[in-house]
């Protein structure tokens, strides 16, 4: 049976999304770890020559992986690289704090593998990273630090190494 | 989100971001952001939409050429389920 407190999480979830001013409210009284400065890099080269990854926070990673841990309140810091030739049915979604009914039924809806083939087929972009790289967002506590200082310099590693010349970043 | 996106952008990698609460993205300040008045779960719009997914991601890229000033969030100001995609 379903505990008080997931009920409640899902009621949240749904409140959340029906009602988008809500979610500004949250975000204008909420602290985040704010910007100071903003990091630039140059696109090298045209577009259609780039080779182009995806990054999302949107918990997505091969059935095969090992799920986030959805029982810290503060979220799971860690990563999941998938291969970007996975297909919706290799994909699933762990991540209890947001509707993901309509990513469950179509992955392309928080990670775009299938637009991203269709575009590099049209040749509007060069190439496609061997790898996207999945995160859960809600992140929180001690968990924050461990992603800005371990974790998502992890994945820039990686993606430098996959030579991927930009990034696309999607949320939940 | 934007803190991944700032790391890899700091990595020397372009990076661009598709936004569904501007209020969020206004105060980490990624260096390009696509923001879009969707509710949450749908950056790149609705399930089986391959023309909205298309454009949104293809707007999104157009950011990586076109943008010259590091922090900007730009509006294409589509209506969730309204806007009409070719």
Redesign the interface.
Known sequence: MALPKDIANTVL?QV???L?WL??RW??RRR????QG??????AK??SE?V?AL?T??GVHLKSHEPFDMDDPDGDPSFRAIPSGARGDDLVITHKY??????D??I???L?L???R??LAEK??GGIGPFAYG?M?HIDGPH?RT??ETT??E???L??QDG????????? | MGLIQRAIEAEGIPTVGISILKEVTQKVRPPRALFLRYPFGHPLGEAFHAAQQRTILSDALSALETVTQPGTILEPGYRWRRHRFE
């Open positions: 979830v959340y999304k029906h988008p979610g500004s975000a204008r985040f770890v704010e910007g903003v990091p630039w890099a140059h696109l045209p577009l780039s182009v990054v926070t949107a947001y509707d993901h009914s309509a990513a039924r179509d392309n809806v928080v775009p299938d637009r991203l269709e575009l509007r972009i995160f967002g924050l992603l800005v998502a310099p994945v820039a590693r993606l430098k991927a010349d930009a990034a696309v970043l999607t949320p939940a």
